[in-house]
Each structure stands twice: as structure tokens, then as C-alpha cells.
């Protein structure tokens, strides 16, 4: 197949990056590229699906991936996983001798091994420029949820209106169940049984990276995870502080230890991101020296400084995150061309080590299975935004009291970067905005 060729069955179908920001996969293919690298490494503490994803579906997910690598023209084909998930590796090995070029790289069990940055020096021994995208580096990058939705894409012509999420912590039942994308939140975490706390919280995505969330928010393309915490867990108030709040507390009470920067990813592969730096600035008001701030913008939100690293709880991430916004507001573009100081030997006896990670965050004893069902939910209403990727949202082609049925178009992708969006149920229109398409069912 011509690299254009899989790039229309792509957009067309609405494949994104399941894994992060919602990347469109189209736009990453390129003939630039000798690696690609599969990402199985579930980022975050308690996340099930991609192991689970990708054991059940081996075969079909490692002749895409080969595809792909032949149709860019890359001479390697590497999927990277943690050595813990022996049961998926089992799986890989059945099949990996039918595939030339295809390799699996066992990964330690740390965090965040599946930030893109980390997963690719670990696997190739490449480091990414500050800022920079792995294609610098011939490399392209792709999530196994994505793949997988590029297998039936290409082979069924089916695009994507279904997501795999996983519901853990205070429930009866830990799952990983298939939805319809718009539908609710509280429609999916109804799926594991009753909720076995009170006033319960919805913790969208990884403990680490992930937000609150509301019950009535639909499920977009990038929803992996919904972990369902008392409101009092360590986890819910940091996130529910203040940045004012947070820059007193550094200024009172930060110790200089300087651990937040010791054991900051990034820094650790030779990015100029200081954390320790940064809040020595920000919590005096010091602008003496503008790089501390202007740095920022390599931060990438990892969590280890504030989640794990800070013996007094400070907030490193959030600060660096409001810095980060804005500047982007005042239209001050990251430093460019910056290159890396080369990876000190210190790293390998700095990395976070995920048991002892969910230790310090108490959810160890939410560690537990989250067996997959890939029965579709069946729901009344989905209301299907228009913007679930980065770049430009798509463009609305129903219009209300429309009769459509599932897996059509219903949504356009715009000029520039974007895809297009399809109907996940089978229905009426009820309302169409610049935001959203809402469909009730027949």
C-alpha cells in the first residue's frame, strides 16, 4: 500500500492516538521514518487495557503493525513492553517468527515508561530534542488501541466509534468494557458493579496525569481509564488545590532538597526542564534569570516531582503547568533548537518503580484485574464531540432530525490537521452544534 493511500483509509476512519493527546495518526506517516515502535508499556499505575488489548488480539494487531512498517519503508518494527505482562508476551511469541523485522523489547516496570521521550531511549538508545518529535529521530511512535483500530479500518473498513475503557478502584467489579463513544461516564463505570465508596469521585485517565471528571462527560477516542476514589483520596486533593495556594506553600516550606529535578524523566535524558529551579524562582518572584520559567515548556507533566518525588507535598507539575499556559497565552514560543545534554549514568538508579509508586500514592490495594468484556454497552443517547484530537475539530455534515446509522460519517475531517468523526449508535439527530452532535437511539 502507498503511504498516501493508508493515510485517507485513516483519516477517513478517525483514528487517533488512544493512548495520550489524540495525535491523528494519518499526519505520522512518513518515509522518514526506520523505527517504529509500538507503545505496550500502560503508562500509568492500575491501566490494564493495552496488555490486555493486545494479548487478545496478537495476530491482528502485529500484522498491522508489520503492515504499517512496510508500507513507511522502516527497516524495524519494535513493540515495547514492561517484562511484567507475561501473559501478552506469551502471546507475541506465538506469532513473532511470522513477521521480519518485527522485535519485542521487554521494559522495566517504572514510571513513566510510556511517555513517548522515555519509551524510545529505552528501546532504541535515542534521545529526543527538547521540544522535538520522534520522526527527528526516524522514529514514529504508535499506541495499541491505535493500531488496532487501524487493523479494522484497513481490513473491515470500520471506523472508529467504539473505546476501550477500563473501570478500577471503589468498585464491585474492576473491568475494562467496550462503549460507544459519547456516552457517559456514569454509563461506563455502572458496568463494574456497585460503587463501594461514598460522595465518589471520578478520576479520569491515569492517577498520575488524569483529571477529575463528571459523571454526565462523554467518552471520547483518548478516555483509557476511570478510576472511581473516595473524595477524601490523596490524589483528589491535590488535584482539587489552588495555584495560589501551592506558590505560598513552596515559599514557605520547600526545603531546597532538590529531589523534584533529581528525579524528573525529562531531566534525566538531558532536558533542560529544572523543576527545582523553577520553584526556587516562582516562589520568590525572582525573574533575574528568565530561563527557569521560559524552560517550562519542556516540562511534560509526568507528575514524578509533585506525585512522588516532593517530601513536603509541594506542586511542581501544576506550577509548571501554569507557567507553561501561560506563556502560551502571551504567545512566547518554546526555545528552539535546543539539543540535550548527554544522559548521565545517574538515570538508571533514579527511575520511579511503579510498585513502590502506587505504595506512596495508596492504591496498592486497588492493583487488582479488570477482566475485559468486549460486549458493546448498549446506551439511549451519545453526544459525540467534534474535537476528541489535536488540530482542527471536525465539521458537522447531519443536521438535526437526521435518521443515521452507525458507522456513518457524520462529522467531516477540516482542512489542516483533522479527522473525521462517525455516528457510534444507530439513531435520530436530536442537536447539532459547532461542538457536538448529540444522537438518541432508534
Do not use: W
Not at 66 to 81: F, K, L, Y
Not at 261 to 272: A, E, F, I, K, S
Not at 375 to 394: D, R, T
Amino acid at each position: 500500500m502507498e503511504i498516501k493511500d493508508l493515510q485517507k483509509i485513516i483519516q477517513d476512519s478517525g483514528v487517533v492516538g488512544a493512548g495520550g493527546a489524540g495525535f491523528p495518526t494519518y499526519a505520522k506517516l512518513t518515509d522518514k521514518a526506520d523505527t517504529i515502535l509500538m507503545n505496550c508499556a500502560e503508562c500509568e499505575p492500575l491501566l490494564k487495557l493495552h496488555r490486555q488489548l493486545l494479548e487478545k488480539h496478537a495476530y491482528e494487531i502485529m500484522k498491522t503493525f508489520h503492515m504499517v512498517m512496510e508500507t513507511v519503508g522502516a527497516s524495524q518494527a519494535i513493540i515495547g513492553i514492561k517484562k511484567s505482562y507475561v501473559q501478552t508476551i506469551k502471546a507475541l511469541q506465538q506469532h513473532i517468527e511470522e513477521f521480519p523485522g518485527l522485535k519485542i523489547h521487554l521494559l522495566d516496570e517504572v514510571y513513566p515508561m510510556g511517555d513517548e521521550v522515555v519509551l524510545i531511549y529505552e528501546a532504541t538508545g535515542r534521545v529526543c530534542r527538547p521540544g522535538g518529535l520522534p520522526i527527528e529521530q526516524g522514529v514514529i511512535v504508535f499506541n495499541v488501541e491505535t493500531i488496532y483500530n487501524v487493523y479494522q479500518a484497513v481490513t473491515s473498513q470500520k471506523p472508529v466509534t467504539e473505546k476501550y475503557v477500563s473501570v478500577v478502584a471503589e468498585v464491585g467489579h474492576p473491568v475494562t468494557v467496550k462503549v460507544p463513544l459519547g456516552c457517559t461516564l456514569d454509563e461506563v463505570v455502572a458496568q463494574a458493579g456497585d460503587i463501594t465508596t461514598k460522595d465518589p469521585v471520578y478520576f479520569v485517565g491515569g492517577p498520575m496525569m488524569g483529571r477529575i471528571g463528571n459523571g454526565s462527560d462523554p467518552v471520547t477516542k483518548t478516555t483509557n481509564a476511570v478510576l472511581v476514589l473516595p473524595h477524601d483520596h490523596q490524589i483528589v486533593m491535590k488535584k482539587r488545590r489552588t495555584s495560589a495556594i501551592d506558590l505560598k506553600r513552596a515559599a514557605s516550606i520547600c526545603c531546597q532538597c532538590n529531589t523534584c529535578t533529581d528525579l524528573c524523566p525529562r531531566h534525566n535524558l538531558g532536558h533542560p526542564i529544572d523543576p527545582a529551579r523553577f520553584m526556587r524562582a516562582a516562589s520568590a518572584g525572582d525573574f533575574r534569570d528568565v530561563n527557569p520559567y521560559i524552560n517550562s515548556a519542556f516540562c511534560s507533566s509526568c507528575g514524578v516531582c509533585e506525585m512522588y518525588a516532593c517530601p513536603q507535598s509541594l506542586a511542581p507539575r501544576s506550577l509548571l503547568a501554569d507557567m507553561k499556559g501561560g506563556l502560551r497565552k502571551a504567545g512566547i514560543r518554546p526555545p528552539q533548537g535546543v539539543q540535550p545534554v548527554p544522559v548521565k549514568p545517574s538515570r538508571e538508579y533514579r527511575k520511579v518503580p511503579e510498585e513502590r509508586l502506587m505504595a506512596r500514592l495508596g492504591l496498592t490495594k486497588y492493583d487488582k484485574d479488570a477482566p475485559m468484556d468486549e460486549n458493546v454497552v448498549p446506551v439511549s443517547k451519545v453526544k459525540i464531540l467534534l474535537s476528541q484530537h489535536i488540530g482542527a475539530p471536525a465539521q458537522a455534515i447531519v443536521k438535526t432530525g437526521d435518521t443515521v446509522t452507525k458507522g456513518q460519517m457524520i462529522a467531516q475531517h477540516a482542512d489542516g490537521l483533522s479527522v473525521s468523526i462517525h455516528a457510534s449508535i444507530s439513531g435520530r439527530v436530536t442537536e447539532v452544534t459547532d461542538r457536538h452532535i448529540i444522537i438518541a437511539a432508534k
